[in-house]
């Protein structure tokens, strides 16, 4: 079931005295259970650095996150996170990288589930390959796959798509809301593409440069399922024009 998240009071800084470098400042942000949330801002302004907050990755200096009605202390398996890079392992084949998290947890094989997932994500047939043998997008499908294995309420998702070309990223775009509105999830989304965030996401919350802050959240509202037909909408340029408009003195390159 998804959960929703409390973003309460959070500051983040690294390291101590002159040395010290805030990332974040006063982060407040409710996320609906089942919300898709896209985070954008200027490279270095923390986006990432919430991310690892919300998953427990990190603590927060200032502040605390909540998931449900619990605060954020540590990584659960009730969190699917995907990075930038799929981070697979290489003498694993698909099924094995895909069951990962449930070997590091000791739970016993869940064939039936894997084998739902990898169909979700149009990989049947792929199973035993290994990642030498997979396209970018192919291994970043395995990512996602395992990212939902344990079936978490939230899955959080740090630039997942940042290193595919263009048309391969247009698919994954597709492939992720397909994914999200059969499943139901919560998903909290950074990008540095304007574009990919209105075309997915509920809302789009823009950041500050550093110190991060939440400058705007901007409501997306275009109809589900969307499709590229969605970026001819006037309200799909309106929302693009609006996050430019933000981040034009930030220095932000799309």
């Known amino acids: ?42 490279s270095g302004c923390g986006k990432s650095t919430l991310l690892r907050l919300i998953g427990g990755l990190m603590a927060p200096s200032e502040g605390e996150v909540l998931i449900g009605d619990s605060v954020v202390f540590e990584p659960t398996p009730g969190i699917g ?27 016993g094989n869940e064939p039936a589930r894997i084998d ?23 291994q970043q499908r395995v990512a996602l796959c395992r990212a939902l294995v344990t079936d978490p309420s939230l899955l959080l998702m740090d630039e997942p798509f940042g290193a595919l070309d263009a048309l391969t990223r247009e698919q994954m775009n597709l492939e992720l809301q ?3 509105m059969e499943t ?42 969307r499709d590229f037909s969605s970026l001819r909408r006037p309200e799909f340029h309106q929302a693009c024009e609006r996050i430019r408009t933000l981040m034009n003195a930030s220095g932000f390159v799309e």
């Open 1 to 42: 079931m998804a959960q929703p998240i409390a973003i309460r009071g959070v500051s983040k800084t690294f390291g101590t005295g002159k040395a010290s470098t805030t990332a974040l400042q006063d982060i407040e942000l409710d996320v609906a259970a089942g919300e898709f949330i896209a985070i954008v801002g200027a």
């Open 178 to 180: 397909r994914v999200w």
């Open 116 to 138: 739902g997932l990898l169909e979700l994500v149009g990989l049947r047939g792929f199973e035993q390959s290994r990642p030498f043998e997979l396209s970018g997008g192919m």
């Open 184 to 225: 139901k999830k919560t998903v909290v989304l950074i990008t540095h593409s304007i574009t990919e965030a209105v075309m997915l996401a509920d809302r789009v919350v823009v950041m500050t440069p550093r110190p991060g802050r939440i400058q705007e959240i901007i409501e997306v509202p275009l109809s589900r399922p």
């Open 81 to 107: 996170i995907v990075f930038q890079t799929p981070v697979l392992l290489p003498w694993r084949t698909v099924r094995q990288n895909v069951r990962l998290p449930l070997d590091i947890q000791r739970s």
